[in-house]
């Protein structure tokens, strides 16, 4: 008996079928799709503390979404050896004059790297190390972003249309959201006189 290696079934070496569920993404979005796809949405009402001006911030629709992640998560979060997959679609738009962007964390196992892919839109990779010192690197399709060990990472959508990104990182990084909340970046991606401008805290 033969069997036909279709989207839906993988062989194994008696050429019987396996059951598998499969999964894909659009490469013209990044959307994922299949078996086990979780979607995580944050809102403007989830954004408090984040940006720096936050009567700004109040003023908006707070049932807006600014971001979502779509996920796959094949093992459970503490799992050292796996792989985890993400795609962000990051809405355009302002808080003040700061463009719309991700919460950002370090990892809270701080030697955990990533990669960030761009697959739509225009952005900035805003990242700091245990220094606090702060670089931003330009995103825009096909761009390919190395986030290295014990470095925070944020993206701002500097265009008009949805940023999209996929990332890869280890399954048991976590994530500090808290040393963000507490400490922030020390410099912001802020929209100077219509220019993405990196702009250091006082
Ligand atoms: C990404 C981020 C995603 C959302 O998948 O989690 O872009 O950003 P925040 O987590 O900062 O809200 C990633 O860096 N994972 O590790
Ligand atoms: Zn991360």
């Known amino acids: 008996m033969s069997a036909t290696l279709t989207s839906h ?3 194994n070496a008696e050429n019987s079928v396996i059951n598998y569920q499969a ?3 659009e490469f013209t979005t990044g959307a994922l799709s299949g078996a ?3 979607e995580v949405t944050q809102t403007i009402s989830q ?3 984040i940006f720096r001006d ?16 779509q996920l796959l998560v094949p093992v459970p979060g503490d799992t050292e050896g796996g792989l985890f997959l993400g795609t962000t ?5 302002l808080v003040g004059d700061e463009y719309f962007m991700t919460k950002g964390h370090f990892h809270s196992i701080r030697n955990r790297s990533e990669y960030y892919i761009t697959i739509s839109g225009a952005g900035g990779l805003v990242l700091m190390d245990e ?5 931003v690197e330009p995103m825009s399709p096909g761009s390919i972003h190395y986030i290295p060990a014990c470095v925070a990472h944020r993206v701002a959508n500097i265009g008009n249309s949805v940023l999209s990104f996929i990332a890869c990182w280890p399954s048991d990084s976590g994530h500090d959201y808290a040393s963000i909340l507490g400490c922030g970046f020390s410099a912001r991606l802020r929209s100077i006189h219509g220019s993405p401008t990196l702009v250091s805290e006082q």
């Open 23 to 25: 999964k894909s993404m």
């Open 131 to 135: 220094n606090r010192t702060t670089w």
């Open 36 to 38: 086990g796809v979780n």
């Open 89 to 93: 679609f990051l809405e355009p738009g």
């Open 47 to 49: 954004m408090s503390g």
């Open 9 to 11: 079934a993988v062989l």
């Open 54 to 69: 936050e009567v700004a911030l109040r003023a908006l629709n707070q049932s807006t979404v600014i971001y979502r992640v």
